[in-house]
């Protein structure tokens, strides 16, 4: 394994980067592992921009009690499964791992609980939507449109999907992370991806919607799987509609409300937020495993 040193005005991380995760065969931007040792692993899963980058704040606030990994999503790789597959390769290394997914990783977690419920200690779905079929056949249609659009033209797109986070002048620093922007970060991310990258994006988004309305309509975390579903109180991203079918899905969740928080949250990782996942992880590792 690699290592890069990341260096910010008070703190210093050394990551090691995973070559055998989800970015095996991508190096541009392999997924990333903190050194820690401590107690069950963590999985971060990212939302649509699909990158681990967006998640380094959470990396280094939760690794101090535990090692972290967090993963980007393989090139070419779209349909859920074959994603699954994916994340079950890293988390075979382990006995059991934690996972935590944010926005769309929030899908993309659920999934793989559904799917291999055997190594997973416990979900945190944040921001979490209900698959939306509509949704996937309106994105499905803009695709045909933007498939071979340029990356600037995706860049200005996600610019101004995005301009709520990238002119916000807080950027607080929090434990692990002062130092580190996630303004900074995010413009570097979108400078750096490329056109393949943009629609690999939207063709995972489609493809969750679709499987998970058809092929896995009906099924839910299994009840021996704890799962916290953490809602952004001023979301406007996820409707109150949309949370309300995923209490249909998921009736056994514990769910909580981060009052005033949008959905900019996903990305820019507030310390309430951050805290919260911490204080479910300190309760899962000091709770009995529930029997299946």
């Not at 340029?150 to 916000?168: F, G, I, K, N, T």
């Not at 970060?185 to 393949?196: C, D, H, I, P, S």
Request: proline share 7%.
């Amino acid at each position: 394994m690699s290592e890069r040193r990341r260096t910010g005005a008070t703190w210093t991380s050394t990551l090691a980067w995973a070559k055998w995760a989800l970015d095996s065969h991508h190096e541009d931007h392999p997924s990333f592992r903190s050194r820690s040792p401590g107690a069950t692993p963590l999985l971060l899963l990212p939302g649509e921009l699909g990158r681990a980058e967006t998640l380094v704040r959470a990396l280094l606030f939760l690794e101090p009690k535990r090692p972290v990994f967090g993963l980007s999503y393989a090139l070419g790789i779209h349909e859920p499964c074959a994603v699954a597959d994916t994340i079950g390769s890293l988390a075979q290394a382990f006995d059991r791992v934690h996972i935590a997914g944010f926005s769309m990783g929030a899908q993309v977690a659920r999934l793989f609980a559904i799917t291999r419920p055997d190594v997973v200690a416990s979900l945190v779905l944040v921001g979490a939507g209900a698959p939306d079929l509509e949704r996937a056949r309106r994105v499905a249609r803009e695709l045909r449109l933007l498939r071979f659009a340029p990356a600037a033209l995706w860049r200005r797109r996600w610019r101004r999907e995005l301009a709520s986070v990238l002119h916000d002048p807080n950027d607080p620093c929090i434990t692990g992370a002062c130092g580190h922007s996630v303004t900074r970060e995010l413009e570097q991310l979108l400078a750096t991806m490329t056109r393949r990258e943009f629609v690999d994006a939207r063709e995972r988004l489609v493809a969750l919607d679709r499987v998970e309305s058809t092929d896995f309509a009906g099924r839910s975390i299994p009840d021996s799987i704890p799962t916290l579903r953490l809602d952004l109180g001023a979301d406007t991203v996820i409707s109150p509609a949309e949370r309300a079918r995923f209490s249909v899905l998921e009736p056994r969740a514990v769910v909580e409300t981060i009052d005033g928080m949008s959905h900019d949250a996903v990305l820019t990782l507030p310390p309430v937020m951050l805290s919260r996942i911490e204080t479910w992880l300190e309760h899962q590792n000091h709770s009995p495993p529930k029997s299946s």
